[in-house]
């Protein structure tokens, strides 16, 4: 499902009706909108998650509700609804001292961050939108966006609150990206290779050939970066960009409406990504764990989505479970604990692979 | 290693703050992350209470001491109707004694759970948060079962109660305990021994025993410093003296003794020995006796003055009560434990990370209404 199979496609149903530069156009807005639309129904799954976990979790029942009126639908279904409505119906404020321009820029960039983020990711043997030969680099780059657009909204927001929030994300995001791409130079190690595709397609055959079973090693490097996607993707316990009740609530103190509502679906879009190149690099992608069974592309997207789920619902876990580290002691595990076991790791595989692989 | 000075900055916590725990405004110089000096400002929530005491009859007092520690009504009731109990010389029947105290031990399980609660959400951990405001809710029930009210009671009366155990009401009440007694456990294992809040409260915010006392820190901030000082022991009034429990004091497992962490644990540890004193008092409690048998027709203390202190949750509660012989107080004055808690606040933590402030802060467990009464 490339941007060229669609261009092919639409070219020999439209030929000649419009140009080939409209149709270039038409057919790369086609999966934009498809990703929109699955950002948007996917934040409102999760938010419904978030609530009804979190509920689990607090021994509480969360959004409840039967028939129609004013309540929240069967089981509160319709309550990540109602909230998106609320978001977008509410005043849009932006505070006479901010800085306008910046202030109203940061949420677009963070959205588009986590939004062309997407175009990299396999959801089946055929469904990725572009195909790149350095997909998880591409990935783990555009991530970056996201870090320009919270210092942005903390220091364009005028407030010392979003200041630090700002700050803290700054030291923070970028810290962490570096254990994080250490941990996913394994996985290419291994594989050889930077496209998504091709690093899927070396797991087939089973769990056993997926690479988090690959070596010891290679576990330890899974579970440094999904510590530190977590903390890329500014959760509990690595909060502290917004940590609610030391900054108020961060870098987005000032924002309301739809643009905190940007903010929200940046971080919901954010964990999609980190637990999807999490569960393509490590869990096998689109492959069932045994092969054979549920084996087929249809099924590809099944176990892709599944995989993430998972791991989106671990995040939620250790969200309602954990504290908040403080901002020092967030920097050493980092620094000191995840960076050395990141660099013994490629290392350790390295050394693998020569001596047991060769 | 040097340390970089770069420009201070002046920063107001409050008084709309999620960690203030009401309305408090924290003025903090600040160095980046460090924190160099607080200064805290009062009187948001003031609204006269001590003026307003001179105004109105001894009996209508009460429910103005409901509404100062919001958190632990009870206590503050008793507190005043000990004072006034000894100012007019008045001795009140075993059973109410009895019903006294097992009041006053729900309350102070309640004001823990909320106090270690919220010290968990201050550091980030909202769902032991919930699971403490859940069980706290099964007393507030115990509370409208017995007085109607769930928050500001207006329950103990000067020689007597408003009214007597309602039917069901110790049944229910041993039924909440055998619930309760694990989730203590549960709890403690949740939040007390998870890595990150060890890390977030051992060895910070340590107060030393001498720096407890001179401030005049009292309650479970000066036992968590290693300091055994506590009324129902060492001054006991009601029938503390029969009953049998430990102090639990602070022996700085995780750290330092005196640090967050040993706040945190003593409270929890005081609301173990709290649920041993439930249990005992049910046992004893007498099965006859008038709740309204000691009480006075009209209440006009003798010409004199009385300071009487009891231990509320938070500390020494004292109360000052001068008479002139007429059916108002001629002067009420309220020694408030949070207060002198908040007063130490600059003192243990000047100098520590912003993070650790608002920890330290929730750690000493204020109540903003007590503070500005």
Known sequence: ?????????????????????????????????????????????????????????????????????????????????????????????????????????????????????????????????????????????????????????????????????????????????????????????????????????????????????????????????????????????????????????????????????FFFLSEYANMFVVSAVAAAGFLGGWHSPIQGFMDSPAWGVFWMINKTGFLIFVMIWLRWTLPRLRVDQLMNVCWKVFLPLALINIFGVAIWTVVFNS | MGVVHGQEMVLNIG??????????????????????????????????????????????????????????????????????????????????????????????????????GVFGLDLGAFTPFLHMLRDRERIIDLFEMTCGARLLYNYMWVGGLSHDLPKGFVEATLKFLDYFEPKIDEFENLLGHNKIFVERTADIGIMPAEVAINYGVTGPNLRASGVNWDLRKDNPYSVYSKLDFNVPIGKGIKGTVGDSWDRFYVRLQEIRESVKIVRQAIDQLPKDGDVHQSMPKKIRPPKGSIYSRTESPRGDLGYYIESDGSDTPYRLKMRSPAFTALGVLNEIAGGWLMSDVLAILGSLDIVLGEIDR
């Open chain 2, 15 to 116: 008084p709309q703050h999620p960690a203030t725990h009401g309305v408090l405004r924290l003025q903090v110089k600040t160095d980046g992350e460090v924190i160099s000096e607080i200064t805290p400002y009062l009187g948001y929530l003031h609204r006269c209470f001590e003026k307003h005491c001179e105004n109105v009859s001894y009996e209508q007092v009460i429910p103005f001491t409901d509404r100062c520690d919001y958190l632990a009504s009870m206590t503050m009731n008793f507190g005043y109707v000990v004072a006034m109990e000894q100012l007019m010389d008045i001795k009140v029947n075993d059973r109410v004694e009895y019903i006294r105290v097992i009041m006053a031990e729900l309350q102070r399980i309640a004001s823990h759970l909320l106090a270690t």
């Open chain 1, 1 to 261: 499902m490339t941007v060229d199979f669609i261009f092919e496609f639409l070219s020999g149903l439209l030929d000649g009706f419009i140009s080939s530069n409209s149709l270039l156009i038409i057919s790369m807005l086609v999966p934009c909108l498809a990703i929109f639309g699955f950002i948007t129904v996917y934040a409102l799954v999760v938010i419904y998650a978030e609530l009804k976990v979190s509920s689990f979790i607090q021994d509480k029942v969360g959004p409840m509700g039967q028939g129609v009126g004013l309540h929240a639908g069967k089981w509160g279904l319709l309550q990540p609804i109602a909230d998106a409505l609320k978001l977008l119906l509410k005043e849009d404020i932006i505070p006479s001292s901010a800085d306008k321009p910046l202030f109203i820029l940061a949420p677009f960039m963070i959205f588009i961050g986590a939004f062309i983020s997407f175009i990299a990711i396999p959801f089946g043997e055929s469904i990725i939108v572009t195909d790149l030969n350095i997909g998880i680099f591409y990935i783990l780059g555009v991530g970056s966006i996201a870090v320009l657009s919270l210092i942005l909204a903390g220091w364009a927001s005028n407030n010392k609150w979003s200041l630090y929030g700002g700050m803290r994300s700054a030291a923070q995001i970028v810290s962490y990206e570096i254990p994080a791409g250490l941990s996913l130079i394994v996985v290419i190690m291994l594989a050889g290779t930077l496209n998504m595709q091709d690093i899927i397609k070396y797991q087939a055959g089973g769990i056993f050939n997926w690479i988090i079973f690959d070596n010891p090693f290679v576990p330890i490097a899974f579970v440094v970066y999904f510590i530190s996607a977590i903390a890329e993707t500014n959760r509990t316990p690595f909060d502290l960009p917004e940590s609610e009740s030391e900054l108020v609530a961060g870098f987005a103190t000032e924002y309301s409406g739809m643009r905190y509502a």
